[in-house]
């Protein structure tokens, strides 16, 4: 028992010097690069963040570099939501995102799960006629026209339904649809007797929840941050602008500034400087996003990959 003892107890320090002899100057270089870049991105959004609940004074005297603020004030956020501009923008950026991505997602997986039946004939003729329109498209004018004779020009359906079906995202879900999905599932439903609709909706989609919640999560992000609809198709809408629109205005637009601190006042509120208003406003148009992603983020990396399978 003895001799056993003596045998094995030098082998954890031989363990210890092995495992500090295989750090290289690489992994030293990696890791410092990546908390470098790491600090690189976080910084800026700290900075904002710090600048909407800061008071501007405080603010002023350490401008350059600040980690955490002496004083919080949330007067910013809380003249923000109190303005009537800011409040129908954000309704209207959460319907528009909520309502896009649930149509979007749903149209293009049915499609891509149809499209990905190549046995059944049109099917790839069809495919090619939707990838076709990502490679070559009419232009904006005779997009223009189109919305014009559909009478989507400035409503607030322009800004949903032309993105409902993505030819990107189209690709993915039917190269999961083609290579991914288990075929023995589809044949043992259709054996019980069930319908392709029934197939799709109980059998695919459950097991696809990992590439649907990726996908979501880049049209979640593209419709909340979209003005470019609301800025050629609608315009001079206010009742309809979404908060990507408004948040840009915000830092461009004197006049808006100056009626979201008209209005503020008029609630009762002191005068606010510009930039506590502007970071408030940049910080509200983040968050959405931020808090969205950490639950996607299991589904994330799988989802892409399954989406880009091939046999």
């Known amino acids: 028992m003895d001799t056993t003892l003596t045998a094995t107890a030098p082998i954890a320090p031989r363990r210890r010097r092995r495992w500090w002899r295989r750090i290289t100057f690489l992994d030293v270089f990696v890791v410092l690069f990546t908390v470098t870049f790491a600090l690189i991105c976080f910084y800026p959004m700290w900075y904002v963040f710090l600048a909407s609940i800061t008071p501007y004074s405080e603010f002023i005297q350490n401008r350059l570099m600040v980690w955490f603020p002496q004083t919080i004030d949330f007067k910013y956020y ?10 129908r923008a954000l309704f209207v950026s959460v319907t528009k995102t909520v309502l ?16 990905s039946k190549t046995h059944i004939k049109g099917m790839t003729a069809i495919n090619a006629l939707v990838v076709f329109t990502m490679l070559f498209s009419g232009g904006l004018i005779p997009e223009y026209m189109l919305y014009h004779d559909l009478g989507l020009l400035r409503t607030f359906w322009v800004m949903v339904l032309p993105g409902v079906l993505n030819v990107f ?29 029934r197939i799709f909706f109980q059998v695919i989609l459950p097991i696809a929840k990992p590439m649907l919640a990726a996908v979501a999560l880049f049209i979640a992000v593209y419709h909340w941050n979209d003005f470019y609809t609301y800025m050629m198709f609608v315009s001079n809408q206010p009742d309809i602008q979404p908060f990507a629109w408004v948040l840009r205005r915000t830092l461009v637009d004197p006049s808006l500034m100056n009626q979201i601190r008209n209005e503020a006042a008029g609630a009762g509120m002191p005068v606010l400087p510009p930039i506590g208003l502007r970071m408030a406003t940049i910080i509200i148009a983040m968050l959405p996003i931020l808090l969205l992603y950490p639950f ?16």
């Open 78 to 87: 809380v003249a923000v939501f109190s303005t009537e501009v800011f409040a």
């Open 100 to 115: 896009g991505t649930f149509l979007s997602v749903l149209i293009t997986s049915m499609m891509a799960y149809g499209v």
């Open 169 to 197: 995202y189209f690709i993915i879900m039917r190269n999961y649809f083609s290579y991914a999905a288990p075929k023995e599932l589809e044949e043992a439903a259709m054996i019980d007797g069930a319908s392709e609709v």
């Open 296 to 311: 996607l983020q299991p589904f994330f990396a799988k989802g892409m990959l399954l989406g880009a399978l091939k046999e």
